[in-house]
């Protein structure tokens, strides 16, 4: 498994999580990458997207709540989420970006109650 999310789980709506993603073998956060989302029924959505140092780009749902970040040298990249909505209930993940590779690795599940 060359990416795996991780540090989602159950919060209030409002509140804050820090999503974590650790890369391995070919893959270098150094590089773009970005954290996508999925839910049921619909398509994997790009939640925030980082390349060429600190160049960042979020969809307008993320614009002030959410902030990508990583460390090249753990070769982890994060994603900070703050007033969490339960419409930002998905399971996420981390990929390259902006043309993610077809392994997606292990997601991270965020659950947002009401």
């Known amino acids: 498994v060359q990416l795996q999310a991780s540090g989602g789980g159950l919060v209030q709506a409002g509140g804050s999580l820090r999503l974590s993603c650790a890369a391995s073998?070919?893959?270098?956060?150094?590089?773009?990458m970005g954290w996508y989302r999925r839910t049921p029924g619909k398509r994997r959505e790009l939640v925030a997207g980082?390349?060429?140092?600190?160049?960042?780009n979020y969809p307008d749902f993320a614009k002030g709540r959410f902030n990508i970040s990583r460390d090249n040298a753990k070769n982890t990249v994060y994603l900070q989420m703050n007033s969490l909505k339960p419409e930002d209930t998905a399971e996420y993940y981390c990929?390259?970006?902006?043309?993610?590779?077809?392994?997606w690795g292990q997601g991270t599940l965020v659950t947002v109650s009401s």
């Open positions: 990929n390259r970006y902006p043309v993610p590779s077809l392994d």
């Open positions: 980082i390349w060429r140092g600190t160049n960042t």
């Open positions: 073998g070919s893959i270098s956060v150094a590089n773009g």
